[in-house]
Nanobody, 122 residues
Framework: QVQLVESGGGLVQAGGSLRLSCTASGFAGSFSDFGPMGWFRQAPGKQRELVASMPVSSSARYADSVKDRFTFSRDDSKNTVYLQMNLLKPEDTGVYYC?????????????WGEGTLVTVSS
């Protein structure tokens, strides 16, 4: 059973940085077979939104609100994806979730982390 464990959230002042991690376990085969991937966030009272995505065999894409501040990366040797967040703003506050998909042949798995809270103070 695939499990995703997130870490790296916390309280930071505006202008600061955080790096979120999402590590996968409990799967057969190679982590490099996972994709597409995404980082979502849900602000208080709002719907979950996609902030960054990494399609299969393609470079990362970003929501306009985080472009040039956030960087999505992956380290297949560590079964981990990252979201580097710089120049944080109060409006970046929310619970951040990683999402990984994988085509197992007879079905496509869709996996979510439990979420990690990011709070940016002004």
């Amino acid at each position: 059973q695939v499990q995703l464990v997130e870490s790296g959230g916390g309280l930071v002042q505006a202008g600061g940085s955080l790096r979120l991690s999402c590590t996968a376990s409990g799967f057969a085969g190679s982590f490099s077979d996972f994709g597409p991937m995404g980082w979502f966030r849900q602000a208080p009272g709002k719907q979950r939104e996609l902030v960054a995505s990494m399609p299969v065999s393609s470079s990362a894409r970003y929501a306009d609100s985080v472009k040039d501040r956030f960087t999505f990366s992956r380290d297949d040797s560590k079964n981990t994806v990252y979201l580097q967040m710089n120049l944080l703003k109060p409006e970046d506050t929310g619970v951040y979730y990683c999402n990984l998909q994988r085509n197992w042949g007879d079905f496509v798995g869709d996996y979510w982390g439990e979420g990690t809270l990011v709070t940016v103070s002004s």
